[in-house]
């Protein structure tokens, strides 16, 4: 059996975060999904290192997953969603290495910011033109509560139901 080891990432991931981020913007870009393409660079993931706790998931010592869990919204909620309740957290860029998608591994990760969490409140955005992650999302417990757009996308925000 494989271990995973799920830990808090440092600066040191940087650039391991970061071609992660770009490998799985590009693997969506090929399926019509271009919303990652361009948003993530090596200045972005040191930058939400230091505004959020990114928590990386790693095999045989290799950095597969990763997921950030932060107090603030992103920029767009306000106007995508105006009167949508604010959160206590927030979920941002769950990623798991293209070949390495359907192993169990970004489920992981957001039940272990879950846990972090206790029984604060947790919201995470979806693209709708994603339906797999939209399923993926309710599998694990959460509920659309708003639909809106944003960053020219439609999306929907989801809450996790306690």
């Not at 993530?40 to 790693?58: I, R």
């Not at 992981?108 to 846990?115: E, I, M, R, Y």
């Not at 939209?134 to 925000?157: C, M, P, S």
Request: net charge neutral; with cysteine; proline share 2%.
């Amino acid at each position: 059996m494989t271990k995973t080891v799920i830990r808090r990432a440092s600066l040191d991931d940087v650039s391991a975060l970061t071609a992660l981020l770009e490998s799985c913007a590009a693997s969506m870009s090929e399926r019509g999904m271009h919303h990652w393409l361009g948003v993530y660079n090596e200045t972005s993931v040191a930058s939400n290192l230091n505004s959020k706790t990114v928590f990386v998931l790693e095999t045989e010592n290799e950095l597969v997953a990763c997921v950030a869990l932060g107090t603030e919204a992103a920029g767009y909620y306000s106007t995508c969603w105006p009167d949508a309740p604010k959160a206590d957290f927030y979920i941002t860029q769950l990623a798991v290495r293209p070949d390495k998608q359907g192993s169990g591994y970004g489920k992981q990760l957001v039940k272990h910011c879950l846990n972090q969490i206790g029984k604060h409140s947790l919201q995470l955005d979806a693209v709708d033109h994603y339906p797999a992650l939209l399923v993926f999302y309710q599998a694990l417990g959460f509920e659309i509560i708003a639909t809106g757009t944003g960053l020219g996308d439609k999306r929907h925000l989801f809450r996790f139901k306690r």
